[in-house]
């Protein structure tokens, strides 16, 4: 079991967590201008990287999103970022 | 006369005797003694049957290392598979069976499989029995296969789990893993010190030693003494079986008082492995014969409980270890032999010794009864003590990723490039005799403090298995993995040692290979040419040894697993005589009859009368704030901001997808103030999407969500009634359909208590939705059931609200819909046309998959071959083509209540557009006809809305 540390709450046991995907899959905007291929990318490709991945969670039992940077070989998982406006 | 048991001697406690039964046999033992060792004693050699020849075996053995013997322990009410004898303790009145065995272990009636052995080699199975199906051979196969029994009618016990942190966690409480224990805890470090014996002390149990000038067993009592002191925390029977992420360490307690075992979740700065290591066999034909033993299991057995294993033993070996059991086991009284394969081996007085030779054959039938030597020396006995060499316990750090290294004078992988925050040490890491651990100890721990003993040597020659060897050699015992086999695996290119290991099945019973994997590798290296290093090992995976699921579980079982929620009103839904069921995780009322008659008979009396249902597990979800509209027009696919305060909207949420996720009806209570009413199953996934969407997309605005839904009990009053029960109930409230016209909500007293009506319908008749605070409900609840049954009405069950909502044609989500189902499906095309705010999932349904005029679209179904009910399930078919076509399938199917015959939901392909055809069901092999009609079936028009 892994031990995610919320910005928030701190280190907290892997199931209270929720994973909220890649950070930085921005919603593309306009629907009418939105190529197919953007919105694909958008819904269904994912980063899926061996080593260091960039994600948001959610900490279930505080209901706060965060970011969070982990090593998807080591397991290893830096302290959780808040996440502000205007960040990517 | 075989193994016996001494009159003095070993740590059992002669004044506590003890009987269980093996087989239905009594056997006798005593406080102390492990199931095994009171086996042992009992002079009873074969205690089971091999996994695949059916052939005798007997202990090799003395702990988690056995490969041969396990029983299906039954105790009282508790009953454990499979358990290996050498690890339980012994204690009065268990029942135990041999596993794998039938009728037992002496009279195994599948024995005879043996005499085909030539014939059933590695990969047999699969390759004869392919003609003409596997399955007809699968049953009687199956039956033999597997080992020991589950009862299913007993259960394990719910077993503890505990969280612990510390400093450090000392993985053996050998007398390496005592020492490292007491230097750390003596430099203040928080200590757990972890032992899978039934008592601390590991080899000094039963080996001699010289520790600081004392006797091993002095130096023992004197270091347990001082971690008391020290406040160490001793787990003994305790298996450290896994590493996992973020250094936590998995470990499995067992208790000698038989309850359940306990899993330790234990995350340590640092962990010290000492786990010792295991004995190997030595390769010669006929080696499993019961009576052959490993050395050291042999001595444990003999210094632990006082059990000599035999009158007259050989102790063979390709090590400087066997001459002290030899020594010890004729000081205990037997007539010993020691085969020594290394040419140096110094005399033993009192002990025939034949140096330089090893083992080429065992004689015996059930047992040993003599063994050949290589040069043809044929000596009788009644065992037959093995050491091939030791296997370091390296599991742990195998398990970390650490890389091994083939250590050439000792003959074993050790510990290679170190792991962070893992030091192994002692056995574990290749030192195999004390003074070479005590002296790395040290440098190992950074720390001062080790103890001292004599210095000693360990010598080893190899004693692989040798390729073209004749006879019947066994490399893996509990698998029955032959050296023929692995030669044959070697003929068909299966050469890679993972290969090996799937091909032969070599290492992988519940042993996990502990005392076959080297030798099995070894000879696959012999036999393709190539070092033991170049073969490599296979994969270290957890758990080390088998882990009860009654442990893993813990108390995460059943209700706890999943807890059903409970109805604020189930006290007064019981009283009433209901039949409760779940749905969605709700325990709710299915119908209040007697059976499932009274289902249609409610749907009927809420059609003629009045209905009363209990929808309070109907999502409520608070979003306020002055941004909740904006807010809310990107999460609907319906434009919500334009809703006037106090009225309700129906609409779907969907997913970036296009799919519909939910439905339901939008309240805007004020200005600033809506209600989500998902589906009761949907809610906590729906509050977690408006929270993800809150803080991603309107992070800076004034928005609040509020899960009102378990705080708030709802009343659902339906029929052409429903006014005049709430008016009889005695509710305060406008009920003037045009001050309170259908979808819209407007607030009502019930006497002090205050509380929303909200005019919606999942029935099609007039209906109030009564919402108030939970505990406030069962008052409500009485009113308006005594109001409802005056006046011909009464509780309706969730079963009559689907038939009710059916032939209306009203859909629940996931039932009526699938992963594929776009709002226009559903009839719903307004939205995407009109609306000019993005929302969730809008692009999605721009694309060509969404447009396609094909698409499986929501109708009605009549039957239309004089037939009752249509079958939920049943495929539409397109006849047109070569061959049937499936064009969707029935969702709900029901009885009619207000509607005169049965009425049906489906996704059909092009459904809107084919009103009126009539298409062939397909469903478990038969067919019907039905006519394809709109969606709802009663009060097309919706005038009972406001009747
Ligand atoms: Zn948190």
Redesign the interface.
């Known amino acids: 079991?892994?031990?995610f540390s919320c910005p928030f709450c701190g280190p907290r046991p892997e199931y209270e967590f929720?994973f909220?995907g890649d950070l930085g899959n921005h919603?593309?905007?306009?629907?009418?201008a939105?190529p197919?291929q953007k919105?694909a990318d958008?819904?269904y490709f994912r980063n899926n990287p061996k080593g260091m991945a960039r994600e948001v969670w959610?900490h279930?039992t505080c209901?706060?999103?965060f970011s969070m940077t982990r090593d998807t070989v080591t397991?290893e998982?830096a302290p959780g970022e808040a996440?502000a406006?205007g960040q990517p | 006369m075989t193994a016996r048991r001494l009159p003095l001697g070993g740590e059992i406690e002669r004044a506590r005797p003890l009987r269980f039964t093996f087989d239905g046999k009594v056997i006798e033992g005593f406080v102390g003694d492990t199931l095994a060792s009171a086996l042992l004693a009992s002079g009873r050699q074969v205690l089971g049957r091999s996994f695949k020849y059916r052939r005798p075996r007997g202990l090799f053995g003395a702990g988690v290392e056995e490969p041969n013997i396990c029983a299906d322990v039954t105790e009282g009410a508790a009953f454990r598979p499979n358990q290996r004898v050498t690890t339980e303790p012994a204690r009065d009145g268990l029942v135990l069976r041999s596993a794998s065995t039938a009728p037992d272990a002496e009279r195994d009636r599948t024995g005879f499989i043996d005499l085909f052995a030539r014939f059933i080699p590695s990969g047999f199975y699969y390759k004869t029995f392919m003609f003409p199906d596997w399955h007809l051979f699968e049953p009687r196969i199956r039956a033999m296969a597997g080992l020991g029994r589950v009862d299913p009618a007993k259960t394990g016990p719910v077993g503890d789990q505990v969280n612990h942190f510390c400093d450090a966690l000392v993985i053996g409480a050998g007398p390496v893993g005592l020492a490292a224990a007491r230097m750390l805890a003596g430099a203040g470090k928080s200590v757990v010190l972890a032992d899978d014996g039934s008592r601390p002390g590991g080899s000094l149990l039963y080996r001699e030693a010289e520790i600081d000038g004392m006797p091993g067993a002095d130096w023992l009592a004197e270091t347990l003494a001082q971690l008391a002191g020290l406040g160490v925390t001793i787990l003994p029977r305790t298996t450290a079986f896994g590493l996992?992420?973020?250094g936590?360490v998995a470990l499995n307690q067992r208790h000698e008082d038989g309850r359940a075992d306990t899993l330790w979740?234990v995350?340590p700065e640092r962990i010290v492995l000492a786990a010792g290591a295991i004995e190997r066999p030595l390769p010669f034909s006929m080696n499993d014969l019961p009576g052959i033993m490993s050395a050291q299991a042999g001595l444990s057995y003999l210094r632990r409980q006082a059990v000599l294993p035999g009158a007259n033993i050989v102790v063979a070996a390709n090590n400087s270890t066997g001459a002290g059991v030899a020594r010890a086991m004729a000081e205990a009284g037997a007539r010993v032999t020691l085969v020594d394969r290394r040419p140096d081996t110094a005399p033993l007085s009192g002990i025939a010794c034949h140096a330089g030779r090893s083992i080429d054959r065992a004689l015996g039938r059930k047992a040993v009864q003599g063994v050949v030597l290589d040069d043809g020396t044929e000596i009788t006995c009644d065992c037959l003590l093995v050491s091939g060499g030791f296997t370091p316990t390296i599991h742990l750090y195998a398990q970390a990723k650490g890389r091994l290294a083939w250590d050439e004078t000792r003959l074993a992988f050790l510990p290679g490039d170190p792991v962070p925050g893992l030091t192994v040490i002692g056995g574990a890491a290749g030192q195999f005799t004390l003074g070479e651990a005590f002296a790395t100890l040290p440098a190992a721990l950074g720390l001062e403090g080790a103890p001292t003993a004599a210095p000693s040597s360990y010598a080893i020659t190899p004693a692989w298995p040798e390729p073209g060897r004749k006879g019947r050699i066994w490399i893996d015992y509990q698998h029955d993995v032959t050296a023929k086999d692995v030669e044959l695996a070697a003929r068909e290119n299966f050469t890679s040692v993972e290969h090996l290991k799937r091909y032969t099945t070599l290492g992988m019973a519940t042993d996990q290979g502990k005392t076959s994997n080297l030798n099995g590798l070894a000879l696959m290296g012999a036999l393709t040419g190539r070092e033991i290093p170049e073969v490599g090992t296979t994969t270290y995976r957890p758990p080390f040894t088998p882990v009860p699921y009654t442990s893993l579980a813990g108390l995460r079982g059943g209700e706890r697993m999943n807890p059903l929620r409970r109805l604020a009103l189930e006290g007064r839904h019981r009283a009433l005589g209901a039949a409760m069921g779940e749905y969605g995780g709700w325990l709710r009322p299915v119908h209040y009859g007697e059976d499932d008659a009274a289902i249609l008979a409610e749907a009927k009396m809420a059609r003629a009368t009045v209905g009363l249902f209990d929808a309070s597990p109907l999502g409520k979800i608070e979003v306020i704030g002055p941004d909740a509209a904006d807010f809310l027009d990107f999460i609907y696919y319906n434009t919500v901001s334009t809703l006037k305060p106090g009225g309700c909207r129906y609409g779907f949420i969907l997913a970036?997808?296009g799919v519909v996720y939910d439905d339901g009806v939008l309240v805007r209570l004020d200005e600033h103030r809506f209600v989500v009413s998902c589906s009761s199953s949907h809610v906590a996934g729906v509050h977690?999407m408006l929270?993800?969407w809150r803080?991603?997309?309107f992070?800076?605005r004034r928005i609040f969500i509020h899960n009102a839904t378990a705080g708030t009990a709802t009343i659902t009053v339906t029929g052409p009634e429903a006014r005049a029960a709430i008016r009889a109930a005695g509710i305060a409230a406008d009920l003037d359909d045009a001050a309170f016209p259908h979808m819209t909500t407007r607030p009502g007293r019930h006497g002090d208590t205050p509380l929303r009506l909200t005019r919606v319908s999942f029935t099609g008749d007039r209906s109030y939705e009564l919402s108030i605070r939970q505990d406030l409900a069962p008052g409500l609840w009485d009113a308006l059931d005594g109001a409802a049954r005056a006046l011909g009405g009464g509780p309706i069950g969730i079963e009559a609200v689907m038939i009710l909502r059916a032939e209306k044609g009203y859909i629940v989500i996931g039932k009526d819909s699938d992963g594929m189902t776009r709002p226009m499906d559903l009839g719903l095309a307004g939205p995407l046309r009109s609306k000019k705010a993005?929302f969730i999932g809008?692009?999605?349904l721009?694309?060509e998959e969404a447009q396609r005029p094909d698409r499986n679209q929501l109708v009605g179904l009549q039957p239309a071959d004089g037939g009752g009910l249509l079958p939920v399930g049943a495929h539409g078919l397109d006849l047109s083509g070569a061959a049937p076509r499936s064009i969707g399938y029935v969702t709900s199917s029901y009885p009619g209540a207000g509607h005169d015959g049965p009425v049906a939901l489906a996704l059909i392909e092009r459904g809107a557009s084919r009103h009126g055809e009539v298409i062939e069901l397909h469903h478990l092999g038969s067919r019907r006809r039905a006519r394809i009609t709109a969606p709802c079936a009663f009060d097309p028009k919706g005038d009972r809305l406001n009747g």
């Open positions: 079991m892994q031990i929720h909220g919603r593309p905007e306009g629907f009418d939105v197919d919105w958008y819904l959610m279930l209901g706060e999103m397991m998982a996440l406006e | 996992y992420d973020h936590l979740r995350r970036e997808s977690a929270e993800e803080q991603d997309r992070p800076a993005e809008k692009r999605s721009l694309q």
